[in-house]
């Protein structure tokens, strides 16, 4: 049996989509210079907001009057992939930050995706949903979407944060969402409604943050063989992130597709 | 003076979704811009072939050597180099 290494948790806080962007950027690029631990982070978002991915177009994906309207934020990623709607009251976000020298994740992106993906699976099954990974960065049960991934590496560290549906509302969702005709809307949330499922919607019941927390702490725990230190951001990382944070709000990072 | 805005989109069988807006003008490539949800590292290289193929004449000859080599040593994922040199040829015209 080999020794199992330290890592840190940060147990569920909550943030603005800017500072939780900012933070998952600042202990990357902290981890790439040895200043920050291997982490497993886990957040919400106050207010609720749209993240979109790297390439996306705001204009094409995201009703911006309606995220107004309903004082839900926008932010950029810095990560590929599709825009999400993070509902304060219906969704957990976790990051990774891991050093490609001394964690164990597949250089592939397609596997790493899996076997990163794995923990947050083990975590479903564990309340009774069966999940299963689905290439390239989705988690399904039962051909349903429950939680979406995105990853990117720099500098020896790969980053990957995702989303679990705890419990999802589509016409909200659409709402705040661009679909490409108006006319098909309607249809398109019935399309929706069959590919997207929430523990909420699988269970037929409302499950405790808290208690689902610490639920993938030790499923990452356990399959990754690591004993997690819970601790909070350090001095160092939370001045990175404020200063990082003007980043992911200015309308110049927003706006630039 | 003939400047053609144009667009066009792709989705790709079991990857991801990748858009075009761009303008030619005396068929050279004024403006080019690629959206979407794939995964490209390192992401910020996307502006890079962007400025790259702007002022190329509008000829999948000259363009299919660009965008390849481009992509030579970048990781794409959901989406293939073929798929950004398809897009620009094509396309519908949106005005």
Known sequence: ???????????????TCYMNMAIDEALMILNSKNKSPNTLRLYRWNPSAIS?????????????????????????????????????????????????NNSNVP???????????????????NIGINACFQPINDIIVNNKKISGNAQTRRAGVVLQHGTILIDVNIEKMFSLLNV????????????????VTSVQAEL????????????????????????????????????????????YSSEGWLYQR | MVVSTLKNSLKIKNGKFIKINYEINNNII????????F??????????????????????????????????????????????LQLIFQNDSKS
Not at chain 1, 215 to 238: A, D, G, H, I, M
Request: hydrophobic share 35%.
């Open chain 1, 1 to 15: 049996m080999t020794d199992s290494t330290s890592w840190r948790f940060i147990d569920l806080s909550v943030n």
């Open chain 1, 52 to 100: 979109i991915g790297y390439f996306q177009g705001i204009n094409e994906e995201v009703n911006i009057k309606s995220c107004t309207d309903s004082h839900v934020d926008i932010v950029r990623r810095i990560t590929g992939g599709g825009a999400v709607y993070h509902d304060y009251n219906g969704e957990i976000t976790y990051s990774l930050i891991l050093n490609e």
């Open chain 1, 107 to 125: 250089s592939n992106v397609i596997e790493c995706y899996k076997y990163l993906c794995q923990p947050i699976i083990n975590s479903l099954n």
């Open chain 1, 180 to 195: 490409e005709s108006e006319k098909i809307k309607d249809k398109l949330i019935k399309s929706v409604k069959k590919r």
């Open chain 1, 204 to 247: 037929n019941k409302n499950i405790d943050f808290n208690i689902f927390s610490q639920n993938l702490r030790k499923t990452f725990s356990e399959l990754f063989n690591v004993e997690f230190q819970n601790q909070t951001l350090t001095e160092e990382e939370s001045n990175l992130a404020i200063q990082i944070c003007e980043k």
């Open chain 2, 30 to 37: 004024s403006k080019i811009k690629y959206t979407g949800d």
């Open chain 2, 39 to 84: 995964f490209l590292y390192p992401e910020e290289s996307l502006i890079d072939l962007e400025r790259l193929l702007t002022g190329k004449k509008f000829e999948y000859d000259l363009l299919k050597p660009i965008i390849n080599n481009f992509f030579n040593d970048k990781m794409l994922i959901g989406v293939d180099a073929s798929d950004f």
